[in-house]
């Protein structure tokens, strides 16, 4: 076990280098000739109006919460899967409770229209 | 709730799905509309103006350029108001061709529209490649009689300009079944596509009363559910000796005006049928003078082109130049409800209202 | 046969053996070891330059084209042409973005798209390294794709890359969950997280057979995580342009290019390894049979880009919290009750594969209930606009 630790970690630090590789190549080949419109931002070829970087809707990170709890979850259930065939029937309805909980807070959250997007 | 700041975004007029060189101004909360503000005029060419330093006849192939889609139903709408203004008789044949190409080019402007909708839905180019093979037979058809495939330059004050050749009519005889099958096929595999569904219904709804305020004329008006066509309205040349209906749909959003545009190809394909049996012999044009000089006074014919009502105001003081050449764009106005239709809709609902509004970018700016 | 199918082990032994006339063992271990991981990325890049033909010839094909055809024999050549244009092509920052998260950004999207391939078992015996945990190695790093679409749609500072990146956030976590459960339900039926062994417990029924419904839940999931249509509005080009990367030009550019074909491959390879028995199945080699239901399931994605239009973003979150999850939520349970009370079997496929089915139309008929409703809806409207317009009935 420890050695396909090993070898993923090998594999880490060469997948780190390709990228760098890569554009290293590329840095060698490519032309380079900046110009003052060229680096200016796309946007349907007019200047941009206002601030781009603002305090954006919220909306999103309502997403992302209700994300944050269904993974913690599955998390927990990941073991429990795995050792599912070697529990008894007690397993199952332990499993249910714990999701049951959290789909009573998925059903309150679509109640209260965290899930509508606006 | 957090407080957000809105912020405002250019659409276009390099943007790919904005039909042209058109520009939004949005305003966003989040990914919703909060203020849309239209702004055109990067191809405008001065077209209006241009014509009136020219004779009537020299201005037929400007008219092309109005709405390079439809060319042929601006040449019969310019054709149809310098005849009203100069009193010229057009023959029953030249007529029928008339028809036959205005027919035409309602069917090929109709499949753009509905293919470029589902380009700007993201159907990656697959139904528009279609429609574009369908229409590259139309446009078969347009060279066969005028020797151009866009800007035709065909029908002219007075008639067309040849006649049609031999193997014209034998071939758009073989068409129309083809084009009807078509049209099924659109209708089989896209109507009932449940994610198209799901991003048209119930957006960009147009109330009627407020298309009719916005005198929004074409299939996005009759999509809103109001009974007018100029065909019917105020027959011109000789649709009043067809058979066909005017189809309306009810809901006026762009699930409706997909199937309204359908629907017209239908009855267009109806009235081909027609004008193919009865077209008679004789003459394709009246003899007009190249510096035709129409009497003192002013003429205002108006048609029903593919995307709205079509309509030419001339003034003539007497000589060879139009004193006033005006053009009442369908594009130009259906696009003034845009915003009403944006508004509260998402981004991506933009490209796609805008896309069922179905506009050409020459023919808003002229 | 035997020998076709051991091919490449054979070829690994044998090298290994030359290694060892005169190396010491460590660093025979070593070079195996670094030769394999080149392999794979190796691997990795073929895969994109094959796909990205691939599904230019078939989107083609399906709009009635040609395709790519001038680059060598039937364009074959064209995505290496691609290449060479992408190395040498000369690279923008924009004067505004922020400089290092812009840098940094296709250079970490890449790195955990080439480390999935190394939990792939290719066939029987190739596998980069049995993990026992390899299911959450790979939610694991399917993560991270995300932190750096964020990455580099913020860094830069265009509003088009910025409502790309948010989307991207909303999108990829929400379609996370579904995908997640959809994969708990495997690891439920074969009893491991370990990618060998599930495609080892498929050695009777192919769990797509066996629940139906994580299949389609996984593969809606893969195709959203992959940013495919018809959920591909993060890049959607007709709205946002091309979204987070749309700053993005030359060699970056061709990272997150990459890192989504080699993703492409890898989402297909997990529903291979996960659903259709990975490498099993009689007479061809295992490798080959890989291959060819990875391609299968390609093709299947890449017809869908051609043909599906794309969703908007609310009906799309809609979508995965109020359809996938509950969905995948009730398979879970489900295949769990079956499991906990009929033997493996027959008898037990049978029964989860009807009630999945069951469920599966279930969930259809629900969704069509409130898409006709939502028509009913429309159609009012515009009859009171009508009513509102003559001042009486319609027509």
Redesign the interface.
């Known amino acids: 076990m420890q050695d396909n630790y090993g070898f993923l970690g090998l594999y880490l630090l060469i997948a780190i280098a390709f990228p760098f590789v890569a554009l290293g190549v590329a840095y060698l080949l490519r032309p380079k000739r900046p110009a003052p419109v060229k680096s200016s931002t796309y946007?349907?070829?007019?200047e941009?109006?206002?601030?781009?970087w603002?305090?954006?809707?919220?909306?999103?990170y309502l997403y992302a919460l209700v994300f944050v709890v269904f993974d913690v979850e599955t998390v927990f259930l990941y073991p429990w899967a795995v050792a599912y065939n070697r529990l008894g029937l007690f397993a199952l309805v332990e499993a249910l409770i714990f999701v049951g909980i959290l789909v009573a807070g998925l059903a309150y959250a679509w109640r209260k229209g965290a899930l509508r997007?606006? | 709730?957090?407080?957000?700041?809105?912020?405002?975004?250019?659409?276009?007029?390099?943007?790919?799905?904005t039909h042209g060189v058109f520009?939004m101004?949005l305003t966003?909360?989040?990914?919703?509309i909060v203020d849309l503000k239209p702004m055109f005029g990067y191809l405008h060419r001065g077209l209006e103006k241009t014509s009136e330093s020219r004779t009537y006849l020299q201005a037929v192939p400007f008219t092309d350029r109005l709405d390079y889609i439809c060319s042929m139903s601006n040449n019969f709408a310019y054709a149809v108001a310098v005849e009203k203004l100069a009193g010229i008789e057009v023959p029953l044949r030249a007529e029928y061709i008339r028809v036959i190409m205005a027919e035409l080019t309602r069917l090929v402007n109709h499949m753009l529209a509905v293919g470029f909708l589902?380009?700007?839905?993201?159907?990656?180019?697959?139904p528009v490649?279609?429609a574009f093979?369908e229409r590259e037979r139309i446009l078969d058809l347009f060279e066969m009689a005028s020797g151009s495939r866009m800007m035709c330059n065909y029908i002219r004050p007075g008639g067309v300009a040849a006649d049609l050749p031999a193997e014209f009519l034998p071939q758009l005889r073989k068409m129309i079944p083809h084009l009807e099958n078509f049209v099924r096929e659109i209708r089989f595999y896209l109507s009932d596509?449940?994610?198209?569904?799901?991003?048209a219904?119930?957006v960009g709804?147009l109330?009627?009363?407020?298309a009719?305020a916005y005198s929004i004329t074409g299939p996005v008006l009759r999509a809103?559910?109001?009974?007018y066509d100029v065909r019917k309205a105020e027959p011109y040349s000789i649709y009043d000796q067809f058979d066909f209906d005017v189809p309306?749909?009810?809901?006026?959003?762009v699930?409706?005006r997909y199937l309204q545009r359908l629907d017209e190809m239908d009855e267009s394909l109806k009235i081909l049928r027609q004008a193919v049996e009865r077209i008679p012999e004789g003459e394709y044009a009246t003899k007009v003078p190249s510096r035709l000089r129409p009497p003192k006074g002013e003429a205002y014919a108006r048609i029903e082109a593919p995307k709205g009502e079509l309509g030419f105001y001339l003034v003539s003081d007497g000589s060879p130049n139009p004193y006033r050449w005006r053009n009442r764009p369908p594009s130009l106005i259906n696009l003034s409800a845009l915003r009403e239709m944006c508004l509260g809709h998402?981004?991506?609902?933009?490209?796609t209202i805008l896309g069922s509004i179905d506009i050409t970018l020459a023919d808003v700016d002229r | 046969m035997q020998v076709l199918d051991d091919l490449w082990i054979r070829i690994a032994v044998w090298f290994r053996g030359l290694l060892e006339s005169f190396l010491p063992p460590w660093a025979v271990q070593l070079t195996m070891d670094v030769l394999g991981i080149l392999l794979l990325i190796v691997l990795g890049i073929v895969v994109v330059l094959a796909f990205t033909y691939m599904e230019r010839k078939v989107?083609a094909r399906?709009?009635?084209?040609i395709g790519p055809n001038r680059a060598g024999p039937f364009g074959i050549f064209q995505a290496i042409a691609d290449a060479i244009k992408m190395l040498t092509k000369e690279d923008v920052t924009p004067t505004n973005a922020d400089r290092w998260l812009f840098l940094a950004a296709p250079i970490v999207v890449i790195i955990p798209a080439v480390l999935l391939y190394a939990v792939l078992p290719l066939g029987r015996g190739m596998v980069g390294v049995d993990l026992n945990i390899a299911v959450v190695f790979v939610v694991a790093m399917g993560g991270i794709p995300i932190l750096t679409m964020l990455m580099a749609g913020w860094a830069s500072n265009n509003?088009?890359a910025?409502?790309g990146a948010f989307?991207t956030v909303a999108q990829l976590i929400s379609y996370e969950v579904p995908m997640v459960v959809a994969l708990l339900t495997v690891v439920l039926l074969a009893g491991t997280m370990s990618t060998v062994g599930i495609v080892e417990a498929q050695a009777s029924f192919p769990f797509a057979l066996v629940t139906p419904v994580a299949f389609v839940v996984y593969m809606l999931a893969g195709l959203a995580e992959l940013n495919r249509?018809?959920f591909?509005?993060l890049e959607?080009?007709?709205?946002?342009?091309a979204g987070y990367f749309i700053e993005y030009s030359g060699m970056k550019f061709a990272m997150f290019f990459l890192a989504e074909y080699i993703n492409l491959f890898m989402v297909a390879g997990m529903i291979t390894t996960l659903f259709l028995a990975g490498w099993q199945w009689p007479i061809l080699p295992s490798w080959l049979w890989f291959l060819i239901k990875v391609v299968l399931v390609i093709f299947l994605m890449m017809w869908i880009?051609?043909?599906?239009?794309?969703?908007?973003?609310?009906?799309m979150l809609g979508f995965a919290w109020k359809a996938l999850v509950p969905l995948s939520l009730i398979n879970l349970f489900l295949v769990a009750l079956v499991a906990k009370v009929l033997e493996p079997g027959w008898v037990r496929t049978g029964v989860l594969f009807v009630s999945n089915l069951a469920l599966l139309a279930g969930a259809i008929a629900i969704?069509a209930q409130v898409?006709r409703k939502?028509?009913e809806?429309?159609?009012a409207?515009?009859?009171?606009?009508?009513k509102?317009?003559?001042g009486s009935e319609?027509?």
Request: proline share 4%; aromatic share 12%.
């Open positions: 946007e349907c070829g007019l941009t109006i206002g601030e781009t603002v305090q954006f809707k919220a909306q999103y997007w606006m | 709730m957090l407080k957000t700041e809105t912020i405002t975004i250019n659409m276009g007029p390099q943007h790919p799905s520009r101004v966003l909360n989040g990914e919703t589902f380009n700007d839905l993201g159907a990656w180019y697959t490649v279609y093979r596509n449940e994610i198209f569904k799901a991003r219904v119930g709804f109330p009627a009363d407020m009719v809103s559910g109001v009974k309306t749909q009810v809901a006026g959003d699930y409706a998402k981004v991506a609902d933009v490209v | 989107i399906v709009g009635d084209r509003k088009y910025l409502l989307r249509t018809p591909d509005l959607a080009d007709s709205e946002i342009v880009r051609a043909t599906f239009p794309r969703f908007r973003i609310d009906q969704m898409a939502r028509e809806r429309a159609r409207a515009g009859e009171a606009a009508i509102r317009y003559y319609v027509r």
